[in-house]
């Protein structure tokens, strides 16, 4: 158990829809990021936030957004779901920008 | 251009047995980490190590090592005495530190399968 949590597990969802996705980092962490794994693309970075601010944009859709509220915990904010936005989405937090990520068990999305 | 390149999509190895999942990377940053992830079947992302661009010696932990080849920018990971459990996706990993993104880059993985 990596200390780092992520809810829901799972989520079904219909296209058109709009879903968010939590990460609760372990306490001390300042860094969350985003990570979106698909079978047709990979692992891939979306978004990264530091101590409640954005850092850097991967390749994260217009319809996609995230946040980091004061107590770290982070949201990533989809919406107008479509099918190919079925993937594994992953947070992944660290206490500073040079530690190791800690990846949570991540949030399998199914939009049907 | 690719920045992480795992050419075995898949590899076998028996019980016991030692095996080497291959890493190259592409960077022009001259600091930067290396990293290897175990993702079993239930999806997890697990941290194994980690080598730093500037670190002298070839990092281990436990039965994992890192064969780490600067010039050739290769990161290889060693298993040593595979065990059942080892049966999962591997990820190499790369993060640059003064392109100012802290991000990982990962490779395509290899799924690794052990036999008895």
């Known amino acids: 158990d990596s200390g780092v949590t992520q809810t829901p597990k799972h989520l079904i969802t219909a296209t058109g829809q709009r879903v968010t996705l939590r990460c609760s980092p372990r306490s001390g962490d300042l860094s969350v990021y985003w990570y979106q794994q698909s079978l047709d693309q990979g692992l891939q970075f979306l978004i990264h936030y530091y101590n409640g601010e954005e850092r850097a944009k991967g390749n994260i859709l217009e319809r996609f957004s995230a946040q980091q509220f004061p107590d770290l915990h982070s949201e990533l904010n989809l919406s107008s779901l479509e099918l190919g936005d079925s993937a594994l989405y992953f947070c992944?937090?660290?206490?500073?920008?040079?530690?190791?990520?800690?990846f949570g068990q991540g949030t399998r999305l199914t939009v049907v | 251009a690719q920045k992480i390149t795992q050419t075995q999509p898949g590899m076998f190895v028996q019980e016991k047995e030692a095996v080497t999942l291959d890493c190259t990377y592409d960077t022009s940053d001259p600091s930067y980490g290396l990293f290897w992830y175990k993702q079993p079947s239930s999806g997890e992302m697990i941290f194994l190590i980690y080598q730093g661009s500037y670190d002298q010696q070839n990092a281990t932990e436990g039965r994992y090592s890192l064969n780490f080849q600067k010039a050739r920018k290769s990161a290889n990971l060693v298993i040593s005495a595979s065990q059942l459990g080892d049966s999962a996706m591997y990820f190499c990993?790369?993060?640059?530190?003064?392109?100012?993104?802290?991000?990982?880059?990962f490779g395509s993985g290899t799924r690794l399968q052990v036999q008895p």
């Open positions: 990993a790369m993060r640059e530190k003064w392109t100012g993104r802290r991000a990982l880059t």
């Open positions: 992944a937090a660290q206490a500073g920008l040079e530690d190791e990520a800690f």
